[in-house]
Protein backbone atom coordinates (compact mmCIF):
# COMPACT_ATOMS: atom_id res chain seq x y z
CA UNK A 1 0.00 0.00 0.00
CA UNK A 2 1.16 3.70 -0.78
CA UNK A 3 1.45 6.16 1.84
CA UNK A 4 0.40 9.51 1.91
CA UNK A 5 4.08 10.90 3.10
CA UNK A 6 6.62 11.55 0.58
CA UNK A 7 10.65 12.36 1.91
CA UNK A 8 13.56 12.67 0.89
CA UNK A 9 16.88 10.83 2.26
CA UNK A 10 20.39 12.45 3.33
CA UNK A 11 23.09 10.93 1.09
CA UNK A 12 23.58 8.51 -1.76
CA UNK A 13 22.87 5.65 0.39
CA UNK A 14 20.58 4.67 2.86
CA UNK A 15 21.32 4.92 6.48
CA UNK A 16 19.47 2.70 9.42
CA UNK A 17 17.00 6.07 9.46
CA UNK A 18 16.20 5.90 6.39
CA UNK A 19 15.27 2.14 5.95
CA UNK A 20 12.80 2.20 9.33
CA UNK A 21 11.32 5.49 7.75
CA UNK A 22 10.44 3.36 4.33
CA UNK A 23 8.89 0.73 6.29
CA UNK A 24 6.33 3.27 7.63
CA UNK A 25 2.96 2.69 6.24
CA UNK A 26 2.29 6.65 5.77
CA UNK A 27 5.50 7.20 3.49
CA UNK A 28 4.44 6.46 -0.30
CA UNK A 29 6.76 8.26 -1.91
CA UNK A 30 10.50 9.30 -1.83
CA UNK A 31 12.17 12.00 -4.02
CA UNK A 32 15.70 12.37 -5.17
CA UNK A 33 18.30 15.77 -4.68
CA UNK A 34 21.10 16.80 -6.13
CA UNK A 35 23.02 15.50 -2.99
CA UNK A 36 21.93 11.91 -3.55
CA UNK A 37 23.19 11.42 -7.19
CA UNK A 38 27.01 10.86 -7.66
CA UNK A 39 26.73 8.94 -10.66
CA UNK A 40 23.22 6.87 -13.36
CA UNK A 41 24.89 3.39 -11.99
CA UNK A 42 25.10 4.63 -7.78
CA UNK A 43 21.30 6.28 -8.53
CA UNK A 44 19.78 3.03 -9.94
CA UNK A 45 21.78 0.90 -6.77
CA UNK A 46 19.89 3.65 -4.47
CA UNK A 47 16.40 2.79 -6.24
CA UNK A 48 17.01 -0.34 -5.96
CA UNK A 49 17.79 -0.45 -2.61
CA UNK A 50 14.66 1.31 -1.58
CA UNK A 51 12.43 -0.73 -3.25
CA UNK A 52 14.10 -3.67 -1.75
CA UNK A 53 13.14 -2.35 1.49
CA UNK A 54 9.56 -0.91 0.36
CA UNK A 55 8.57 -2.62 -3.00
CA UNK A 56 5.46 -0.34 -3.43
CA UNK A 57 7.50 2.80 -2.76
CA UNK A 58 7.04 5.45 -5.54
CA UNK A 59 10.14 7.74 -6.36
CA UNK A 60 10.57 11.35 -7.85
CA UNK A 61 12.68 13.56 -8.97
CA UNK A 62 12.55 17.10 -10.40
CA UNK A 63 14.06 17.14 -13.54
CA UNK A 64 12.73 20.00 -15.61
CA UNK A 65 15.69 20.55 -17.58
CA UNK A 66 17.72 24.13 -17.19
CA UNK A 67 18.46 25.38 -13.75
CA UNK A 68 16.46 22.66 -12.08
CA UNK A 69 17.74 19.06 -13.05
CA UNK A 70 18.92 17.28 -10.28
CA UNK A 71 20.40 14.70 -12.32
CA UNK A 72 23.34 15.70 -13.54
CA UNK A 73 26.83 13.83 -13.62
CA UNK A 74 26.62 10.95 -16.10
CA UNK A 75 23.05 12.21 -17.85
CA UNK A 76 22.10 15.03 -20.81
CA UNK A 77 21.84 18.04 -19.68
CA UNK A 78 18.69 19.14 -20.61
CA UNK A 79 17.72 23.44 -22.32
CA UNK A 80 15.25 25.20 -20.17
CA UNK A 81 12.10 24.73 -21.48
CA UNK A 82 12.12 28.59 -22.36
CA UNK A 83 14.63 28.37 -24.92
CA UNK A 84 12.16 25.98 -26.20
CA UNK A 85 9.36 29.15 -26.17
CA UNK A 86 12.29 31.08 -28.23
CA UNK A 87 12.96 28.80 -30.87
CA UNK A 88 9.10 28.51 -31.40
CA UNK A 89 8.25 32.20 -32.55
CA UNK A 90 9.99 31.65 -35.03
CA UNK A 91 10.20 27.83 -35.82
CA UNK A 92 7.05 26.15 -34.39
CA UNK A 93 7.02 22.79 -36.01
CA UNK A 94 10.61 22.49 -35.13
CA UNK A 95 10.37 23.40 -31.18
CA UNK A 96 7.26 21.16 -31.26
CA UNK A 97 9.39 18.63 -32.03
CA UNK A 98 12.21 19.19 -30.03
CA UNK A 99 10.00 19.74 -27.01
CA UNK A 100 8.69 16.02 -27.74
CA UNK A 101 12.21 14.67 -27.92
CA UNK A 102 13.25 16.62 -24.79
CA UNK A 103 10.17 14.85 -22.98
CA UNK A 104 11.16 11.37 -23.81
CA UNK A 105 14.61 11.69 -23.88
CA UNK A 106 14.21 12.88 -19.38
CA UNK A 107 11.55 10.26 -19.02
CA UNK A 108 13.77 7.36 -20.76
CA UNK A 109 16.88 8.58 -18.36
CA UNK A 110 14.98 8.90 -15.53
CA UNK A 111 13.17 5.55 -15.38
CA UNK A 112 16.90 4.11 -16.70
CA UNK A 113 17.94 4.96 -13.17
CA UNK A 114 14.79 3.48 -11.01
CA UNK A 115 12.73 6.52 -10.64
CA UNK A 116 9.47 6.80 -11.51
CA UNK A 117 8.76 9.75 -12.72
CA UNK A 118 9.99 13.51 -12.74
CA UNK A 119 8.00 16.81 -11.35
CA UNK A 120 7.36 18.17 -14.91
CA UNK A 121 6.19 19.94 -17.31
CA UNK A 122 6.03 23.59 -15.64
CA UNK A 123 2.60 24.98 -16.92
CA UNK A 124 3.18 28.56 -15.57
CA UNK A 125 3.52 31.40 -17.46
CA UNK A 126 6.98 32.99 -17.42
CA UNK A 127 5.65 36.85 -16.08
CA UNK A 128 6.86 38.17 -13.10
CA UNK A 129 8.01 35.24 -10.76
CA UNK A 130 11.21 35.22 -9.23
CA UNK A 131 11.42 31.72 -9.32
CA UNK A 132 9.31 30.37 -12.48
CA UNK A 133 11.16 33.06 -15.63
CA UNK A 134 12.51 30.52 -17.91
CA UNK A 135 11.43 27.00 -16.48
CA UNK A 136 8.04 28.28 -17.84
CA UNK A 137 8.23 27.51 -21.71
CA UNK A 138 6.62 30.65 -22.93
CA UNK A 139 5.07 33.95 -21.29
CA UNK A 140 1.92 33.33 -22.80
CA UNK A 141 -0.47 30.51 -22.96
CA UNK A 142 -1.15 30.22 -26.76
CA UNK A 143 2.89 29.03 -27.22
CA UNK A 144 3.34 27.19 -23.72
CA UNK A 145 -0.29 24.50 -24.57
CA UNK A 146 1.73 23.26 -27.62
CA UNK A 147 5.12 22.74 -26.09
CA UNK A 148 4.02 20.95 -23.03
CA UNK A 149 1.57 19.10 -24.67
CA UNK A 150 4.19 17.45 -27.08
CA UNK A 151 6.60 17.47 -23.88
CA UNK A 152 4.13 15.27 -22.06
CA UNK A 153 3.66 13.11 -25.09
CA UNK A 154 7.33 12.59 -25.05
CA UNK A 155 6.81 11.37 -21.19
CA UNK A 156 4.11 9.35 -22.26
CA UNK A 157 5.96 7.84 -25.19
CA UNK A 158 8.98 6.62 -23.13
CA UNK A 159 6.58 5.18 -20.30
CA UNK A 160 6.31 7.90 -17.43
CA UNK A 161 3.31 9.94 -15.93
CA UNK A 162 2.99 13.57 -16.31
CA UNK A 163 2.47 16.42 -13.23
CA UNK A 164 1.60 20.12 -14.07
CA UNK A 165 2.65 22.31 -11.75
CA UNK A 166 1.97 25.02 -10.32
CA UNK A 167 -1.97 25.13 -9.97
CA UNK A 168 -3.45 27.78 -10.54
CA UNK A 169 -0.13 29.35 -11.58
CA UNK A 170 2.73 31.04 -10.04
CA UNK A 171 4.12 32.93 -12.81
CA UNK A 172 2.02 36.31 -11.90
CA UNK A 173 3.18 36.07 -8.36
CA UNK A 174 6.84 37.50 -7.97
CA UNK A 175 7.61 36.20 -4.49
CA UNK A 176 9.49 33.31 -4.26
CA UNK A 177 7.13 30.66 -2.06
CA UNK A 178 10.29 29.00 -0.96
CA UNK A 179 11.36 31.69 0.80
CA UNK A 180 8.53 34.16 1.48
CA UNK A 181 4.54 34.51 1.68
CA UNK A 182 3.04 34.93 -1.83
CA UNK A 183 0.10 36.55 -2.29
CA UNK A 184 -1.90 37.40 -5.83
CA UNK A 185 -4.28 39.63 -4.67
CA UNK A 186 -6.43 39.61 -8.43
CA UNK A 187 -9.76 37.61 -8.80
CA UNK A 188 -10.63 34.58 -9.54
CA UNK A 189 -11.79 35.53 -13.16
CA UNK A 190 -8.15 37.46 -13.71
CA UNK A 191 -6.58 34.09 -12.84
CA UNK A 192 -8.61 32.01 -15.02
CA UNK A 193 -8.51 34.01 -18.00
CA UNK A 194 -4.72 34.30 -17.37
CA UNK A 195 -2.90 31.77 -15.33
CA UNK A 196 -5.28 28.85 -15.39
CA UNK A 197 -5.96 28.27 -19.05
CA UNK A 198 -2.45 26.01 -20.01
CA UNK A 199 -3.75 23.74 -17.07
CA UNK A 200 -7.23 23.47 -18.29
CA UNK A 201 -6.17 22.83 -22.26
CA UNK A 202 -3.83 20.22 -21.28
CA UNK A 203 -6.11 18.72 -18.43
CA UNK A 204 -6.07 15.27 -20.63
CA UNK A 205 -2.66 15.08 -20.81
CA UNK A 206 -1.91 15.37 -17.21
CA UNK A 207 -2.11 12.77 -14.26
CA UNK A 208 -0.96 14.30 -11.53
CA UNK A 209 -1.10 18.07 -10.58
CA UNK A 210 0.64 20.14 -7.95
CA UNK A 211 -0.56 23.32 -6.70
CA UNK A 212 1.31 26.45 -6.02
CA UNK A 213 2.39 27.51 -2.45
CA UNK A 214 0.43 30.99 -3.19
CA UNK A 215 -2.78 33.15 -1.07
CA UNK A 216 -5.34 33.90 -3.70
CA UNK A 217 -6.44 36.23 -1.38
CA UNK A 218 -9.88 37.34 -3.37
CA UNK A 219 -10.58 33.73 -3.63
CA UNK A 220 -9.82 31.70 -0.50
CA UNK A 221 -7.22 32.85 2.69
CA UNK A 222 -5.43 29.23 2.67
CA UNK A 223 -2.61 28.49 -0.27
CA UNK A 224 -3.81 26.69 -3.18
CA UNK A 225 -2.35 23.29 -1.60
CA UNK A 226 -4.42 23.88 1.73
CA UNK A 227 -7.72 24.84 0.16
CA UNK A 228 -10.37 22.92 -0.13
CA UNK A 229 -12.05 25.14 -2.67
CA UNK A 230 -8.87 24.98 -5.23
CA UNK A 231 -8.68 21.25 -4.85
CA UNK A 232 -12.35 20.02 -4.38
CA UNK A 233 -14.62 22.66 -6.07
CA UNK A 234 -12.59 23.88 -8.74
CA UNK A 235 -10.62 20.87 -9.88
CA UNK A 236 -12.21 17.52 -8.67
CA UNK A 237 -15.93 18.86 -9.20
CA UNK A 238 -15.82 21.69 -12.06
CA UNK A 239 -13.26 20.31 -13.91
CA UNK A 240 -13.25 16.43 -13.43
CA UNK A 241 -10.08 16.11 -12.57
CA UNK A 242 -9.04 12.63 -11.70
CA UNK A 243 -5.43 12.74 -11.48
CA UNK A 244 -2.50 12.57 -8.40
CA UNK A 245 -2.84 15.73 -6.38
CA UNK A 246 0.50 16.54 -5.44
CA UNK A 247 1.67 19.39 -2.27
CA UNK A 248 4.52 21.53 -3.12
CA UNK A 249 7.11 21.08 -0.43
CA UNK A 250 5.97 21.46 3.01
CA UNK A 251 8.79 22.39 4.43
CA UNK A 252 8.48 25.87 2.49
CA UNK A 253 8.62 28.93 3.36
CA UNK A 254 5.06 30.06 1.67
CA UNK A 255 3.61 26.81 3.89
CA UNK A 256 4.21 27.86 7.29
CA UNK A 257 1.17 29.87 7.42
CA UNK A 258 -0.36 26.65 8.31
CA UNK A 259 1.52 25.70 11.70
CA UNK A 260 3.95 23.32 11.96
CA UNK A 261 5.00 19.89 9.64
CA UNK A 262 2.21 17.68 11.34
CA UNK A 263 -0.33 20.54 11.16
CA UNK A 264 0.69 21.39 7.34
CA UNK A 265 0.78 17.75 6.33
CA UNK A 266 -3.10 17.31 7.63
CA UNK A 267 -4.44 20.94 6.25
CA UNK A 268 -2.60 19.51 2.54
CA UNK A 269 -4.35 15.95 2.72
CA UNK A 270 -7.79 17.31 4.03
CA UNK A 271 -8.13 20.19 1.16
CA UNK A 272 -7.70 17.11 -0.75
CA UNK A 273 -4.07 16.83 -1.58
CA UNK A 274 -3.23 12.13 -2.25
CA UNK A 275 0.54 12.97 -1.09
CA UNK A 276 2.05 16.01 1.00
CA UNK A 277 6.16 16.07 0.34
CA UNK A 278 8.31 16.75 3.41
CA UNK A 279 11.80 17.57 2.56
CA UNK A 280 15.15 18.91 3.43
CA UNK A 281 14.05 18.96 7.21
CA UNK A 282 14.21 15.44 9.26
CA UNK A 283 12.39 16.62 12.28
CA UNK A 284 9.29 17.92 10.34
CA UNK A 285 9.63 14.97 8.39
CA UNK A 286 9.06 13.05 11.62
CA UNK A 287 6.73 14.85 12.97
CA UNK A 288 4.61 15.31 9.59
CA UNK A 289 4.92 11.05 9.75
CA UNK A 290 3.23 11.21 13.26
CA UNK A 291 0.80 13.15 12.87
CA UNK A 292 -0.75 11.40 9.89
CA UNK A 293 -0.67 8.08 11.56
CA UNK A 294 -4.91 8.33 12.17
CA UNK A 295 -5.43 9.44 8.73
CA UNK A 296 -6.80 6.93 6.06
CA UNK A 297 -4.17 5.91 3.53
CA UNK A 298 -4.94 7.84 0.03
CA UNK A 299 -6.66 6.74 -2.94
CA UNK A 300 -4.41 3.92 -4.55
CA UNK A 301 -5.96 3.51 -8.07
CA UNK A 302 -4.83 7.11 -8.46
CA UNK A 303 -1.36 6.60 -6.47
CA UNK A 304 -0.53 3.45 -8.72
CA UNK A 305 -0.82 5.65 -12.42
CA UNK A 306 2.06 7.44 -11.32
CA UNK A 307 4.35 4.31 -11.19
CA UNK A 308 7.03 3.97 -13.97
CA UNK A 309 7.75 1.57 -16.50
CA UNK A 310 11.20 1.44 -15.39
CA UNK A 311 13.84 -1.20 -17.23
CA UNK A 312 15.39 -4.11 -15.83
CA UNK A 313 18.75 -3.31 -17.38
CA UNK A 314 22.10 -2.62 -15.63
CA UNK A 315 23.60 0.78 -15.59
CA UNK A 316 26.80 1.89 -15.33
CA UNK A 317 28.89 5.00 -14.42
CA UNK A 318 27.84 6.83 -17.68
CA UNK A 319 24.30 6.49 -19.24
CA UNK A 320 24.92 4.28 -22.05
CA UNK A 321 21.60 3.54 -23.85
CA UNK A 322 20.16 2.30 -26.95
CA UNK A 323 20.37 3.68 -30.16
CA UNK A 324 17.35 6.19 -30.73
CA UNK A 325 18.47 7.18 -26.97
CA UNK A 326 21.92 8.38 -28.45
CA UNK A 327 20.14 9.85 -31.54
CA UNK A 328 17.73 11.92 -29.96
CA UNK A 329 20.63 12.80 -27.25
CA UNK A 330 22.88 13.91 -30.04
CA UNK A 331 19.72 16.46 -30.94
CA UNK A 332 18.98 17.81 -27.94
CA UNK A 333 22.63 18.39 -26.59
CA UNK A 334 23.15 20.66 -30.57
CA UNK A 335 19.93 22.54 -29.76
CA UNK A 336 21.19 23.43 -26.37
CA UNK A 337 24.75 24.12 -27.81
CA UNK A 338 23.29 26.46 -30.48
CA UNK A 339 22.58 29.46 -27.78
Same mark, same amino acid.
Request: a negative charge; one cysteine or more; aromatic letters at 6%.
Given at each position: ?????????????????????????????????????????? $?????????? $?????????????????????????????????? !????????????????????????????????????????? *??? $??????????? /????????????????????????????????????? $???????????? *?????????????????????? !???? #????????????????? &??????????????? #?????????????????????????????????? &????????????????? /???????????????????????????????? &????????
Amino acid at each position: MIGALMLDVASTELTQEDIELLQAPQVGGMILFARNIESPQQ $VRALTDHMRQ $VRPDILIAVDQEGGRVQRLRQGFTLLPAMGRLGE !HYVHHPEQAIELAQQCGWLMATEVLAVGIDFSFAPVLDLND *ISD $VIGDRSFAKNM /QDIVPLADAFMRGMKQAGMATTGKHFPGHGSVKADSH $VAAAIDSRSYQE *IYDKDMQSFIKLMPQLDALMPA !HVIY #DQVDPNPAGFSSFWLQN &ILRQQFKFDGVLFSD #DLSMQAACVAGGADARIQAALNAGCDMGLVCNDR &IAACTALDGIQKLALPN /QQRLERMRGKIPNIQIGSTLNLDESWQNVKKV &IEDFKNSF
